[in-house]
């Protein structure tokens, strides 16, 4: 397994991260079997992963307590990476959106912020955050100045409570208003092969500033592990339905394309999972790559990426062959 410094702090944690929004189950993803969470989590430790992420959203806290159950006797093994800014305790905040009886707004209030690092550090079972991230930035008319909210953040790394921070989903100028007011040593993008838009100027900003990226989604949802195929549909709201490569005319050019790897997979003994984390976890600017899985096969399988290392020329050609992909036609 590789290990990376995150951001500039002295934290070292594993270049392949465990995401844990499917444990969450829910409406997004479905019933999950806790115990086997548990033991996919489990598994991962073994193997060398250390960077663990969750979020309240992630099943409305139920990610974060089967992330405190699976690590509860080895906390000090665990980089714990967990967010904030989904509320829907009371009206505080912009509505962002409505869920089975849960109505979620985004909020960055200091006040809300202090009440859910603390319901986090409960349903977790710790006593602190390595990694606390805003989960998204807050919305108009509620749209509080990230300064106030970073001063929060660093007052609660002051308190022991975290001990890095970091932002999902952010831009540049989110990024420059959090930095002029603390040290911000992550940021959470949305990125995969099939969508490198932050290449063009968020990774080159981060690289110059010491940014550490936490890349999320870099399989899409599966589909770039060669499993899911034409025939596979999803009921109405499952969120890979909003995922435009997963419509039939994409779908078809993306399996195409990995078909044609098959000589890689060969070369490097590995998986199609196994070949894009190499490839993305390479990327300039991508310093962790968080890989979602539930069941102890798919962590097995995706935490081997950590030890494959991938020559320069397959790089290129891995890369030249999905720029040709272009971009995802619209449903119609």
């Not at 490198?196 to 940014?211: D, F, Q, S, V």
Request: hydrophobic share 35%.
């Amino acid at each position: 397994m590789q290990y990376r410094t995150l951001g500039k702090t002295d934290i070292s944690a594993s270049a392949i991260a465990l995401g844990t929004w499917a444990i969450g189950g829910g409406p997004w993803w479905g019933d999950s079997d806790d115990s086997q969470s548990v033991k996919a989590i489990q598994t991962a430790i073994d193997a060398g992963v250390n960077l663990i992420d969750t979020a309240p959203a992630y099943g409305f806290g139920h990610s974060e307590e089967v992330v405190g159950k699976a690590i509860k006797e080895q906390r000090d093994k665990v980089i714990l990476s967990t967010k904030c800014g989904l509320w829907w305790n009371d009206d505080r905040g912009t509505s962002a959106f409505k869920l089975g009886d849960k109505h979620v707004r985004k909020c960055l209030l200091p006040e809300t912020i202090r009440e859910e690092v603390e319901i986090s550090l409960s349903r977790m079972d710790t006593d602190y955050i390595d990694l606390y991230h805003t989960h998204w930035p807050s919305l108009e008319p509620d749209k509080y100045p990230i300064d106030n909210t970073m001063q929060c953040l660093m007052k609660l790394k002051e308190d022991g409570k975290i001990r890095a921070i970091a932002a999902s989903n952010v831009d540049i100028d989110h990024i420059k208003q959090y930095q002029s007011a603390g040290i911000l040593d992550a940021i959470q993008p949305r990125y995969s092969m099939l969508d490198r838009e932050i290449e063009k100027e968020l990774l080159p900003y981060c690289l110059a500033n010491g940014i550490s990226t936490l890349a999320y989604s870099p399989l899409e949802q599966g589909l770039l592990t060669g499993k899911i195929g034409m025939d596979q549909t999803y009921p109405e709201g499952v969120y890979r339905n909003q995922i435009p490569w997963y419509l039939p005319v994409n779908r078809e050019k993306v399996l195409n394309m990995l078909e044609g790897w098959s000589d890689l997979l060969a070369k490097y003994n590995c998986s199609l999972s196994q070949l894009v984390i190499a490839w993305t976890v390479a990327q300039q600017g991508i310093t962790f790559v968080l890989c979602g899985a539930r069941k102890e096969a798919h962590v097995s399988d995706n935490v081997g990426a950590g030890n494959l290392e991938l020559e320069a020329a397959d790089l290129s050609r891995i890369r030249k062959d999905v720029e040709a992909l272009g971009s995802p036609q619209e449903e119609s």
